[in-house]
């Protein structure tokens, strides 16, 4: 059984709409110490940066582009040793509400006001009004009734009957790609053990543990932080039409391809 070290960029737990980033990232890196912390060093004289922890925004100054492009190169220190799970955060509320309510995703409205109700709607979050909110605004006339049952479910054990939480389908999906493993993790509240064991459930058996560390003692969180906020950075300037074509090709190959991405250009070539 390994160890892989993760860690998330653009997270702000099941607020998905009006948030500071577009995409939510979660990298898994199959590392040891041992070389994390020679790959730490090097970059730390590659960019020059006094910092006691190296985090991604370090590589994604102007003059670290050298630096960048040997992190992510197809012959560098992390090529075949990292995945990168990225959700697109409105997409992830859209797909919700269309299972929800039994409709077509490309029919669902997104205009701000109704994608912010239904992102209240669908969070496990004791709000008073939110099914009375998303119906005023979206104009739907049926379905309050499996509404009120959804918030209902969702209301009785929050720490498991999650939809939104794109933490959930990330630690999944790392462990369906390395197999049996342990996660040493950055130090995340939204992970209680209760939801660590749903996680394990629906991963089948092959999430063996979570130990939460602190990323700037372990170079291992500190290169999946790395990894998980350059190619979020990445994507979404891709994504916004104005990604650099050098960096885009270098990320590609570490997007999962089971990432939930309203987009093929970032997953293409990572099908199989």
Known sequence: MREIACDESGYEGEKLIDTTTPLFA???IALD???AAALVAELRARVRSPATAYRSGHLLRGKSRGALEWFLAP??????RGRVFLVDKTQLVVTRLAELFGLDPARVDRSPYVLAAANDLLRAKDTPGVVDEFFRVSGLAEGRERAELFRSWLLADPAVNTVLDPLVPALVEATRHWGRVTVLHDRQ???PARRVEMIR???GGRLAGIRFLDVASHPQIQVAD???GTVRRIAERELAG???????ALARPFVHPRSLL??????EGTRR
């Open 226 to 228: 790395m990894l998980a």
């Open 262 to 267: 309203d987009s093929t250009s970032l997953l």
């Open 26 to 28: 979660h990298s898994s």
């Open 242 to 248: 104005a990604g650099d074509p050098v960096l885009t």
């Open 75 to 80: 012959d560098g220190p992390i090529a075949g």
């Open 33 to 35: 110490a041992d070389p």
């Open 189 to 191: 509240v939204m992970l």
């Open 201 to 203: 459930e629906r991963s």
